[in-house]
């Protein structure tokens, strides 16, 4: 009993003399080197769900940045080819031919735009349907800023007053001049904005196709021996209404 | 039993030898799984956008319409694709990327009008690709050329 005594006296001075007594037994824990793996498994854990929230975005930006390119491209073409100058529904660069327009379907659209094989396309002209082939909803789609152009045929029978001048009331790029005048009456030239445009020192008859400048008035002038009277000349030219309008051509492959 | 422990060397030691475990574990799993997909995908998206690019920059390299015309427009397409370099060629009407992965290429239709009578030739990227027109018996001809510089 005495030994086991003095053993623990000495384990207790021996203790003491490394600064550690009974009150100080909790501090030993902190001598245990594992303490801090658990600190460590914690911040690998943070570290995995970090990585795992870096890729779920990356993954979402890569899904928004998707752009569907062939799609638009066709669209794009489409559109050039429809408004251009080879097109078979223009008059002109961007004017749309309104007979030609409203005649146009989806057969033709397949046929003249070759481009449009293997896609959905609709075509709208002022938000209304032209051509469609397919269900082009969900595609993409490219406007354009057109002009739709009907033309109206007009004929003239003018009073020709003293300087025998009559003009026409809308520009217009030809005419159809019918010029019959009484029997002693001899037309001899016609011009326009003074060119000559027709001359004939023995008279002028019958119908004349003539060109003329879309871009001024026209005015026409004829000279004639004798005397001229209301329906000696009969002028039919085309009067086109331009209207401005948005093409939308939708594309889905 | 209170007082086994392990030293602080040790300690370091399991530390260092579990973080240098973690990150390669990470890196192995990334780079044989998730790192190749997303290559991939962009891949496929930068080829389907260069071809897209290609075909409406040689649909701008049609002229006007006039009796004697000679054109060269110059084309820019990036040097690579997913790493390594790519083709473009015509092949009847359409425009085709060839790449030597399988998931990435494709192939468009081109929107020429009908006075272009005939389109060839071909594109290695990397180079100075060049798209020339120019009249021939039938119409108007377009290639796809390299110019050296």
């Known amino acids: 009993m005495r030994r086991a005594f003095e053993v623990r006296r000495r384990f207790q001075s021996a203790r003491a003399e490394r600064g550690q007594t009974g009150m100080d037994r909790g501090q030993t824990d902190t001598d245990r080197g594992q303490t801090g793996l658990p600190a460590l498994a914690i911040a690998l854990l943070v570290l995995t769900v970090a990585t795992g929230l870096g890729l779920a975005v990356a993954d979402g930006a890569l899904a928004s940045a998707e752009r569907d390119a062939d799609e638009s491209r066709v669209a794009s073409s489409l559109a050039a080819r429809i408004v251009g100058v080879d097109s078979t529904l223009t008059e002109r660069e961007n004017v749309l031919n309104g007979t030609r327009l409203d005649r146009f379907d989806a057969n033709e659209l397949e046929q003249s735009f070759p481009v449009s094989a293997g896609y959905d396309v609709r075509i709208r002209v002022n938000e209304s349907v032209v051509a469609e082939t397919g269900d082009a909803s969900g595609g993409s789609s490219f406007r354009r800023l057109v002009v739709v152009e009907r033309t109206q045929r007009r004929t003239l029978q003018p009073d020709l007053g003293f300087d025998r001048v009559v003009t026409l009331p809308r520009r217009t790029s030809r005419a159809t001049l019918n010029i019959s005048p009484p029997q002693d009456t001899t037309v001899t030239t016609v011009r326009a904005n003074d060119r000559v445009i027709l001359h004939d020192a023995d008279g002028l008859a019958g119908e004349f196709a003539v060109a003329l400048s879309r871009f001024e008035t026209t005015a026409f002038r004829f000279t004639a021996v004798g005397p001229l009277p209301a329906g000696s000349v009969t002028v039919r030219y085309p009067a086109p209404r331009t209207t401005k309008t948005t093409l939308v051509v939708t594309v889905d492959g | ?149």
Do not use: C, Q
């Open chain 2, 1 to 149: 039993m209170d007082n086994r422990a392990v030293t602080p060397v040790v300690e370091k030691a399991i530390t260092m030898g579990v973080v240098v475990l973690f990150v390669g574990g990470m890196t192995t799993t990334l780079f044989a799984g998730v790192v190749p997909t997303y290559r991939d995908a962009v891949g496929s998206e930068m080829a389907e956008r260069t071809l897209a690019m290609a075909a409406e920059e040689i649909e701008r390299a049609v002229p006007p319409n006039a009796t004697a015309v000679r054109s060269t427009r110059r084309v820019d397409l990036p040097p690579t694709i997913r790493g390594a370099g790519y083709a473009i060629r015509v092949d009847g009407g359409e425009l085709v990327l060839d790449h030597p992965r399988s998931g990435v290429g494709g192939r468009t239709t081109l929107a020429l009008p009908p006075r272009v009578t005939r389109i060839d030739g071909s594109w290695a990227s990397g180079g100075e690709t060049v798209v020339t027109s120019r009249r021939d018996g039938t119409g108007l001809v377009l290639e796809l050329r390299e110019e050296s510089p």
